[in-house]
């Protein structure tokens, strides 16, 4: 009899575990915060290279101000998102994957119209024909748009592994 109740306990412990550690614990499950730690970097990095064609284009515009209103409007909220996704890994609340699917796709079209303006805004400045001797604001500017794309395809990978992993049952 007391076999009995150590079985019962024993398939209890193991429900528990499997809850506790995951389906399968396969790799894929950590591929999502993975992808929020880069996209977190990415933003940051992109709010630095942007912030000095920015505030400095007084005298000569570098950027319009509707892409510089673009680019902060888009790499701020999402910058907030990574944070927000990721300090709720760390107290083990999960988001609904549907709703980070939603969200991938929002920040992917978001980065992606970001940086053909910001790529935009450089290439009519680098056709007037006039170039200060300090382009260092110029290369400012081209490297946000560049980091924008890399972040625009990080949040592609996002969905589609998101989107995989939620399809599975992977992820909640």
């Known amino acids: 009899m007391a076999s009995n109740d150590q079985g019962g306990t024993d398939q209890t412990d193991r429900g528990l575990r499997k809850e506790y550690f995951g389906n399968g614990g396969g790799f894929g499950r950590f591929l999502p915060p993975v992808f929020k730690l880069l996209e977190l970097a990415v933003a940051i990095i992109c709010i630095g290279l942007i912030d000095d064609p920015a505030n400095n284009s007084r005298l000569r515009p570098f950027a319009t101000t509707r892409t510089i209103a673009l680019a902060y409007s888009t790499f701020v909220p999402f910058l907030m998102f990574s944070v927000i996704y990721l300090f709720g890994k760390v107290i083990r609340e999960n988001i609904p994957w549907k709703l980070q699917s939603l969200l991938n796709l929002t920040a992917f079209i978001l980065y992606l119209a ?31 748009g560049s980091v924008a794309v890399v972040g625009a395809v990080l949040y592609l990978l996002d969905l589609i592994v998101t989107t995989r992993l939620g399809a599975k049952g992977e992820i909640e």
């Open 114 to 144: 970001t940086a053909i303006c910001i790529l935009h805004d450089w290439s009519e400045t680098k056709n007037r024909n006039y170039w200060p001797p300090n382009t260092q604001r110029m290369d400012f500017l081209c490297g946000a």
